[in-house]
């Protein structure tokens, strides 16, 4: 699918939209399937560029935003913060939260030869 850019107060350049689809390449590493991908980029009054992004993904929906004074910066924070998101979606069927199923089980006659 297609990254969708909008932009607010400010037109979106080749470089930008290039530096986007570089950065969204480099996610699909996780091998995890971006669907509905959409950045909106918006300049305020301040001279702050604010990054939203959101992308469906099996089982969520993934949704960061950054800030930053240079447009190119907030891009880079941006994908961090998707790259950590999408890194635990992708990770946590292997973790182990709350479940012990690999701890071992101590029989009760190996309890009673220690006390012994």
Do not use: C, W
């Not at 240079?70 to 973790?95: C, M, S, V, W």
């Amino acid at each position: 699918m297609t990254l969708e850019i909008t932009g607010k107060n400010i037109d979106i350049t080749p470089a930008i939209r290039e530096r986007l689809d570089f950065k969204f390449k480099k996610l699909e590493k996780f091998q995890l399937p971006l669907v509905n991908k959409h950045v909106m980029i918006s300049k305020e009054p301040s001279k702050t560029f604010k990054i939203e992004a959101s992308a469906a993904i099996p089982g969520g929906k993934i949704v960061a935003s950054a800030e930053h004074n240079d447009l190119f910066g907030a891009i880079t924070e941006l994908y961090q913060k998707l790259e950590r998101q999408i890194n635990k979606q992708a990770h946590k069927p292997a973790a182990r939260r709350a479940s012990h199923s690999d701890k071992p089980v101590i029989e009760e006659d190996e309890i009673e030869a220690e006390d012994a």
